[in-house]
């Protein structure tokens, strides 16, 4: 097997695809659709990542820095893959600028989609503007603006943050959980916290989600030193009574019914399989899941194999996922793609021949 | 006509009109029957502080509402009504207004401690309790219980002498409650002291009734003593809202 791996898409899975390719002396080509790579964390604007507290700007556009300045890495911005045919070990791939790019294997990082509140009326996205995403909020934290009502631009003394925006929810044909909602609320949470002592925040959900080691990290932490509230209650609708917003529901451990004022409500948005999935499934001869994300083969053995030898898949591609794991299944998926096509040799291999 | 979810409508929210006359229109007899909604409007975002400051409640933030306290409680077992893992769910979210609907019922807490061992979380809701019983009577949502007048008396009294004088608490603490002295059980006990006591334990019991001596050198542990208490007092009154002032 000769010839550079092709890895498409450069958010924080391909360029950790493409850093472990350069890492072992394989060549490798990015091709990235957006002019710049970082992939959401960039592109949408993140503040402190989740676990470590970096900004984003730092961690994943570090990492974006050293894969543009890697010898070993054709990185290829405003760029998609048209066309891709071709066998393991050679595989021909035509791009939207016209080129070509002989391979003999593919990762697949192509990542989520943000879920669009809009399709949710009852919360009040779109109707109000005091209504806003866990993205639009740190968005607010990374440009260094601060959290503001976008109405009058006031500091709020309340927020709201309605958890399973997107997630978990037949009604809109959205079953899966998100994963990483619960903990990115928390922190999110703390942020507010940190910035504005005299707001207070509110989290309103079904399950609380932070999973692993994130219990005491995010849970316990948000609400021990941080003093956010959590309240189970899954909100029927948020409307407004000319100057607040009202969040309505039923707080389900006490059996009373709830009609809140806050500032601000935060949609603690989901992720959807990236919208170009069905485009990617037919370019590339990949099969999907059942809730639209690119599937894989295997849970144990060949991890990131797709239905297709040779093309393999890493990151939220393959369903929510969270930033660390998709680096750790890059990684995966890139020692896949140095083995595929390749006859096996050493002792075993002699044996068996023999 | 029926009402569903009659379980949900508190008798004390049902407002009856024997004549009413709304917009013109005679609503008066069956049609006067209202229900008050039972909405929670708002939070009371200090509530949780408040209970947190006083002794007991420090660690109520901790809770996560599994409710072992409530299924091992004691005094549960016979009210149903007696709820912690319910109060301390309305304290850390500020629902003040629930909680006050359960003022005469929270002090009945036994302190058997079955909860303490059995939280996963040691948020310890015996103290929980206790500590809501005292910000229900600071506050002046229920008035001081006998066992809370007790213990003043019983501490006063260490406090100003360094030891008890029983016969004196315990005729303080009638008065107070407003009960009579002569009560059948008091009287049976002073008749078999006087019966069976040796003659000099009589005697000193009967000189410290006169005399009320204090524990040699006391005067510099009360006064520690002292500024401790009123601090104590003067911390949990300004964590209440209560001013600076000295307690009544």
Redesign the interface.
Same mark, same amino acid.
């Given at each position: 097997m000769t010839g550079p791996v092709l890895v498409v898409g450069g958010g924080p899975a391909g360029l950790a695809a493409a850093e472990a390719l350069s890492g072992v002396g394989r060549n490798a080509v990015l091709v990235e659709k957006e002019d710049r790579l970082g992939g959401a964390p960039i592109l949408s604007g993140y503040a402190k990542l989740v676990p470590t507290g970096e900004w984003a700007k730092d961690a994943i556009g570090g990492m974006a820095a050293r894969v543009e300045a890697d010898a070993a890495v054709d990185v290829r911005t405003g760029c998609t893959v048209k066309e891709f045919g071709g066998e393991p070990g050679a595989f021909t791939a035509t791009l939207s600028d016209g080129s070509t790019v002989e391979a003999p294997a593919a990762i697949l990082c192509t990542g989520f989609t943000h879920f669009d509140s809009v399709n949710k009326p009852e919360w009040g996205f779109g109707s109000f503007p005091d209504v806003v995403t866990t993205t639009q909020v740190e968005q607010m934290i990374s440009s260094g603006q601060g959290v503001r009502c976008p109405s009058d631009g006031r500091t709020p003394k309340r927020v709201a943050i309605l958890l399973c925006v997107g997630s978990r929810d037949r009604q809109i044909g959205r079953e899966w959980c998100s994963k990483i909602c619960c903990t990115v609320s928390a922190n999110i949470a703390m942020e507010i916290r940190e910035e504005l002592p005299d707001c207070?925040v509110?989290i309103y959900y079904m399950d609380i989600r932070t999973f692993g080691l994130y219990e005491t990290s995010y849970y316990?932490r948000s609400?021990?030193e941080f *003093?956010v @509230?959590y309240? @189970?209650a899954r909100i029927a609708e948020v409307t407004s009574d000319g100057e607040r917003l009202i969040v309505k529901g039923e707080?389900t451990?006490? *059996?009373? /019914?709830?009609?809140? /004022?806050f500032d601000m409500v935060v949609h603690a948005i989901g992720m959807d399989p990236n919208v170009d999935n069905l485009l990617l499934s037919s370019i590339f001869g990949v099969e999907l899941e059942p809730h639209g994300n690119i599937a894989r083969q295997s849970a144990y053995g060949g991890m990131g194999r797709t239905s297709r030898p040779g093309v393999f898949v890493a990151g939220a591609a393959t369903g929510p996922e969270t930033i660390d794991d998709s680096i750790a299944q890059a990684n995966a998926a890139a020692i896949a793609a140095l083995g595929a096509g390749r006859a096996a040799t050493g002792p075993k291999a002699a044996r068996k021949a023999a | 006509m029926p009402i569903h979810e009659q379980s949900l409508i508190r008798p004390e929210n049902i407002r009856t009109h024997d004549e009413l006359v709304l917009d013109g229109i005679d609503v008066s007899g069956h049609w006067s029957t209202f229900i008050e909604p039972r909405v929670v409007t708002d939070y009371n975002e200090a509530l949780e502080d408040e209970i947190a400051a006083l002794p007991g409640g420090e660690n109520i933030h901790r809770c996560w509402q599994c409710g072992s306290c409530t299924n091992s409680c004691t005094v549960n077992a016979v009210n149903p009504d007696f709820n912690p893992r319910y109060w301390i769910y309305l304290i850390r979210m500020g629902m003040e207004s629930e909680l006050l609907r359960d003022r005469d019922i929270i002090w009945q807490c036994v302190s058997c401690n079955k909860c303490t061992y059995a939280c996963p979380r040691d948020v310890e809701p015996e103290g929980v309790m206790k500590a809501t019983a005292h910000w229900l009577e600071k506050k002046g949502h229920t008035p001081k219980s006998p066992s809370i007048i007790f213990d003043e008396i019983f501490a006063d009294q260490v406090i100003a002498r360094g030891k008890i004088e029983e016969s004196s608490i315990i005729r303080k603490f009638l008065k107070r409650t407003g009960q009579p002295l002569m009560q059948d059980w008091l009287i049976a006990m002073a008749r078999g002291l006087l019966m069976k006591l040796p003659v000099g334990l009589m005697r000193r019991m009967g000189l410290a009734m006169l005399f009320r001596p204090r524990t040699a050198g006391w005067s510099k542990a009360r006064a520690a003593l002292e500024e401790y208490v009123e601090e104590c007092e003067r911390e949990q009154r300004r964590a209440l809202g209560l001013g600076n002032g000295k307690p009544e």
């Open positions: 207070h509110y316990w609400q021990e *003093k @509230k309240i @189970k707080d451990l006490v *059996k009373r /019914p709830i009609t809140i /004022p | -």
